[in-house]
């Protein structure tokens, strides 16, 4: 068998370019995304806009206080609650992979993963606005934690899958009782990447517009209230965008841009907090 | 006067319908280093696992018999005093990756929720290093992490640990296995200073650290205990056939 070097040089090197160069074209939608929304959105972005509400059609100005304080009430809310749950589950999955409990309830956790967030928002208008006779924070609340849920538990049941047997018969070994070992050794150890799946879950759900139309519906006050109608960033950026006015357009672009910078900053925090607390096995 | 500290009468250990420990009786005296040696597969590290509940942790493991601690069949304590009251040094360097140095060492008690004042944690951290013969090496970097230490260092680590919680019998599943010559010859001088307090019992399938640590050997083939005597004699004069086959290398 005759080796073509030069010739198994080439197909090497090629192939090394098509991978380069799909790995660098992926970068441009983000960027080119970036730096669109930032041109339109930075402009609108001043004190006075931070902190009004709407102004009424035909005013100028205004701002997206509402939506702000709507978009972290209901996120916070879900977020209470999803974690614990989720922690809970995640735990429960890593620690019994192969009980039957644990088959089903990672099924349902995949599937739930994949039902759309608009899905999501209708049963929950079947369950908590219909009940209740109103639309308000606190069933988009619960539309959300239901999409935070699968992030927190299968990033809980990864991280902590990775970590040594070792780690907790160490525990064990010094007659620690089973939930002293996972409170005090398990989940420590994991917690970087516990935090980062918790992290990627409040930017994931901080953008739903969907699960949020049935249940906050929305609200151009301000508004504190867990039992009342309440906006939303993503929200607010759909009506906005969808109106036929101009300045309502400028409005839809500050909030966009908002939205974007919070998820950005999120991220890149999550990535420093996770390697600085990451525990070395 | 030599008293007994621990017992097995009976003794047996499954993985599901497979039986991995049969029908032992052995019985260990107090400060005595015992070595428990054999082939891969002979159930020695099950034994071991036996004698401080750890094997019961595993997905269908069980067991029959008794084994007696001062007396009393640790089967009929509750598992988690039992642990306590032995100590147990793993296979692979174990420390706890979150805690440094020194709560490493106290990790017995923090991680139970005992409550220590300070300075009899510093004594305890002392004593406890200077027994296991880290002390002088770590003494000044006792708030670093237990992981930035050699694999040597881990393991006197983790034996300090153990040894933290003042247990009277200390068990050693091939503590050896993982380290380099340099870090074994350290563990191993080791065990000769702790065995004026402590009883061990040490797994090991090397043969030579099992005649140059031990008083007296235990030999396990196929989930039997075929032969406990003396380490001498053992590996001078054997009784058995098959001991005499494994120490001659006819089958490892």
Redesign the interface.
């Known amino acids: 068998m005759e080796l073509n070097i030069g010739l198994r040089n080439t197909k090497s090197a090629i192939f090394k370019g098509i991978i380069v160069f799909f790995a660098f074209l992926i970068t441009v939608p983000l960027i080119v995304v970036l730096g669109y929304i930032i041109k339109q959105g930075i402009f609108q972005v001043n004190w006075h806009f931070l902190t009004s509400v709407p102004a009424p059609v035909g005013e100028t100005g205004g701002g997206i206080i509402n939506a702000l304080v709507g978009s972290f009430i209901m996120v916070m809310v879900a977020a209470v609650v999803a974690i614990p749950v989720g922690m809970a589950a995640g735990i429960y999955l890593s620690e019994n992979p ?1 009980s039957k409990l644990a088959y089903y309830s990672g099924l349902c956790v995949d599937i739930l993963q994949g039902v759309p967030s608009i899905v999501v928002g209708i049963v929950v208008y079947f369950w908590i606005v219909k009940p209740l006779g109103t639309f308000s924070a606190l069933s988009g609340s619960a539309a959300l934690a239901i999409m935070m849920l699968p992030i927190v538990i299968r990033s809980t049941e990864q991280t902590l899958k990775m970590l ?1 047997d ?2 907790k ?9 089973y939930h ?2 996972i409170l ?2 398990i989940v ?2 994991g ?1 970087a990447g516990i935090l980062s799946g918790i992290m990627l879950s409040i930017a994931r759900v901080i953008g739903e517009t969907a699960p949020l139309l049935f249940t906050a519906f929305g609200n151009p006050y301000l508004s504190y209230s867990l039992t009342k109608p309440m906006e939303s960033l993503p929200h607010l950026i759909f009506t906005y965008a969808t109106s036929p006015y101009d300045d309502w357009h400028n409005l839809a672009w500050g909030a966009s841009f908002i939205l974007l910078m919070f998820v950005l900053v999120l991220n890149i925090f999550t990535k420093v907090l996770t390697r600085k607390w990451k ?3 | 006067m030599e008293s007994t500290i621990v017992k097995a009468e009976n003794y047996n250990s499954y993985f599901g319908d497979n039986h991995v420990v049969k029908d032992v009786n052995i019985s260990i005296n107090k400060n005595e280093v015992i070595a428990v040696m054999g082939p891969s597969g002979c159930g020695k590290t099950t034994f071991l696992r036996g004698i401080n509940r750890m094997h019961e942790l595993i997905p269908n493991a069980t067991s029959k018999g008794k084994i007696l601690l001062d007396g009393e069949n640790v089967y009929d304590m509750n598992a988690i005093y039992v642990r306590s009251k032995i100590g147990m040094v793993f296979q692979r360097p174990n420390p706890f990756p979150n805690l440094s140095i020194y709560e490493n060492v106290v990790a017995g008690y923090l991680l139970n929720g005992i409550k220590i004042s300070k300075a009899d944690k510093d004594v305890i951290v002392e004593k406890s290093l200077t027994s296991a013969a880290l002390w002088k090496e770590v003494k000044d970097s006792l708030h670093k992490k237990g992981t930035f230490l050699s694999g040597g260092q881990q393991q006197r680590l983790c034996i300090a640990r153990a040894i933290a919680m003042q247990p009277e019998l200390i068990l050693f599943d091939e503590p050896t296995s993982a380290l380099d010559p340099i870090s074994t010859s350290s563990v191993e001088a080791l065990f000769h200073e702790l065995k004026a307090n402590y009883t061990l019992i040490i797994v090991t399938h090397n043969m030579q650290q099992a005649a140059r640590v031990s008083d007296r050997t235990a030999f396990f083939y196929m989930g039997e205990l075929v032969e406990f005597d003396d380490t001498k004699q053992m590996f001078t004069n054997p009784a058995d056939q098959r001991t005499q086959n494994y120490i001659t290398g006819r089958f490892s």
């Open positions: 192969r040594p070792s780690l018969e160490a525990a064990l070994s010094l007659g620690v009782p002293r070992v005090k050794v420590p150890c917690f525990v070395q096995l």
